[in-house]
């Protein structure tokens, strides 16, 4: 038995080997700003280090700095061996391409690490012109699309003209007349061949020719456009956003068929790069607005971005508030209609959402499908939402706040009755309230996280279930099960999904001081929500406008006039043209008595 011990504690001990193959500790940058700055030393280490800086750090370590305190683990480097840095000399003048192709052939395979990376596809071929020439193309399997690549190929080996003439570039010549596609370009550096094929090209190399040709044939796997999953509506367009971004785009242009409307391309990811598109009206869209979009995404410093919800979090202005402060949506109608009042979309390659900036807690609150409605059932909806909103901020804190300290607000009959049913409840009301709470948001939790399939049947059930059990189990009472659910349900009537999660978190403050303090612990929780939320901004824009501080509203914030009055855009938004349509958009009613016109 004692042996026994003794192996399982030798197994799970922790033994540093001297190995050359095997991992050791070792001070990396931080460690060594850490230990300065503890000698006395000034200056706090750099939050982002550049790829340049960090390599030369990294060839500078020795094995001695293995023995500091400060310690990380990483790879010790065989002497001699390669380490995966490129070194210096290749860094400059190496990354040019080569007139010989048996060394432009050797650089890509140290690129990507061939043969062992089974990805990368290498396509030798020779082409029939007088004399022959000898070529290869790259491209990866997966996101090249193959017939475009044999169409080229084809071209190239078949098709070729005869090839004689020994002035000028052959890249140039067989990229004017050999080659069909409609993006095409020459490059001679192969990190921009490399960024390119990464993203789906085919890259032509030949002998004698100092460039490649790039040739765009993107063609990997992706989803249809479908109906949108999360922003449903029973009238209107039924198209969403995919991952895809140049479908994304085209999804927006198709609605807004105008020349004014600008795409601007940035790449985000000091290691993966991401495309991001910025999108606009040229004649409607404040330019600092567009500048300000511009220069926070250009200005992050990231090895990888893969989603839009990321992206939002590095462009808000106050990341420390629970509201957010960009419109994220899945809709291209709804991206087309706030471009059209002057804002700015932001979208993402591999996200099926974009975001709009700025945003107000009011558009928040707004959906795409009572635009489309007649303006008597969108006013309505507005303010079935504003009810909710307000019930699922306000209402167990305003329970707890009456049934503890205000009891004089309740009717006698209805005051009665409560007692009565929590005569037999063993907990304290915080606690039934709080029990509650967290049953129903682990509810809601494991509805979402269970397959799709019985996701919606373990959500239902599960509710009624835990419901009915705990009240014939006396451990809560049934009004606070009615309350819960009513609560519930007023969140999910929220549009937005970052709001309806601020207000479930704001929710429990509500409890908390309403349980203590009653209405006067909820006047403090509100009045430091708004004035949390009036000095909240985004893109320069106050969150609360037109409301806080004081613009032009117009007659589309709560309530909705009929669509012919929603005249001008919004003020806050400061657009180069304010004026959305004329005086009198219906043409064909008479000015004054409003009466038909008569042919």
């Known amino acids: 038995m004692k042996e026994i011990l003794k192996n399982i504690i030798q197994l799970i001990s922790y033994r540093e080997s001297a190995g050359p193959e095997d991992f050791i500790l070792e001070e990396n940058l931080f460690d060594k700003k850490a230990v300065e700055s503890n000698q006395g030393g000034s200056g706090e280490p750099p939050i982002f280090a550049e790829k340049e800086g960090a390599d030369s750090v990294n060839e500078g370590r020795d094995e001695g700095s293995s023995q500091s305190k400060g310690r990380v683990r990483s790879r010790r480097r065989k002497k001699g061996e390669s380490s995966g840095e490129e070194p210096e000399q290749q860094s400059n003048g190496g990354d040019q391409v080569h007139g010989s192709l048996e060394q432009n052939r050797n650089r890509i395979d140290q690129i990507y690490g061939l043969p062992v990376n089974k990805d990368l596809i290498v396509r030798s071929f020779t082409m029939g012109t007088s004399p022959p020439t000898g070529g290869f193309a790259i491209f990866i399997d997966g996101l090249a699309d193959r017939t475009t690549v044999n169409l080229l190929l084809q071209n190239l080996m078949v098709h070729t003209r005869m090839y004689c003439n020994n002035e000028g570039s052959p890249a140039s010549y067989i990229m004017k007349n050999l080659l069909p596609g409609s993006q095409i370009r020459t490059l001679d550096s192969f990190k921009k061949i490399a960024d390119s094929v990464n993203y789906g090209d085919t890259a032509f190399f030949f002998q004698g020719s100092a460039q490649a040709i790039v040739v765009e044939t993107k063609g990997w796997e992706r989803r249809a456009v479908s109906r949108p999953n999360v922003e449903q509506t029973i009238s209107g367009p039924q198209e969403s956003f995919v991952e895809n971004l140049r479908v994304n785009t085209g999804l927006v242009r198709k609605i807004i068929r105008s020349e004014k409307l600008f795409t601007e391309l940035f790449q985000i990811g000091a290691r993966f790069p991401s495309d991001v598109a910025v999108m606009y009206l040229k004649d409607l869209a404040n330019p600092q ?63 099926p959402f974009a975001l709009v900036v700025p945003v107000t807690m009011y558009s928040q609150m707004h959906t795409g499908e009572e635009v489309y409605l007649r303006w008597q059932y969108g006013t309505f909806l507005r303010y079935i939402r504003t009810i909710s909103f307000y019930l699922a901020l306000l209402l167990p804190g305003s329970y707890l706040a009456v049934v503890l300290y205000h009891q004089e607000m309740v009717p006698t009959e209805l005051l009665l009755f409560i007692a009565g049913n929590r005569e037999k409840v063993p907990f304290p009301t915080l606690v039934e309230m709080l029990l509650m709470e967290f049953s129903f948001e682990l509810v809601r939790e494991a509805g979402l996280r269970i397959p799709g399939i019985i996701g919606s049947t373990i959500g239902i059930v599960g509710a009624l279930i835990l419901g009915q059990t705990a009240v014939q189990a006396n451990i ?52 430091v929500q708004i004035l949390l939320t009036t000095n909240l901004k985004s893109f320069g824009v106050p969150y609360l406008s037109p409301t806080g501080p004081r613009t032009h509203s117009g007659p589309d914030i709560v309530f909705r006039l009929p669509i012919f009055m929603h005249r001008r855009r919004p003020d806050y938004l400061n657009p180069q043209d304010d004026i959305r349509m004329s005086q009198n958009p219906r043409g064909w009613v008479e000015e004054g008595n409003g009466g038909e016109k008569q042919g």
């Open 476 to 527: 809560v009472s049934p009004i606070l099960v009615i309350l819960v659910a009513v609560t519930g349900l007023a969140s999910f009537s929220i549009p937005s999904y970052s709001l309806a999660f601020a207000v479930r978190i704001y929710r429990f403050f509500y409890i908390i001081m309403g349980s203590v303090l009653g209405f006067f612990g909820i006047s403090i929780v509100l009045y």
């Open 289 to 351: 607005l567009v500048e300000e979009v511009k220069r926070r995404i250009s200005s992050i410093t990231v090895d990888y971005v893969n989603d839009i919800g990321i992206l939002e979090q590095f462009i808000e202005d106050d990341p420390y508030s629970m509201n957010s402060q960009t419109l994220s949506t899945e809709r291209p109608d709804r991206v087309a209609a706030l471009l059209a009042e002057g804002k700015v979309a932001i979208l993402l390659g591999g996200s």
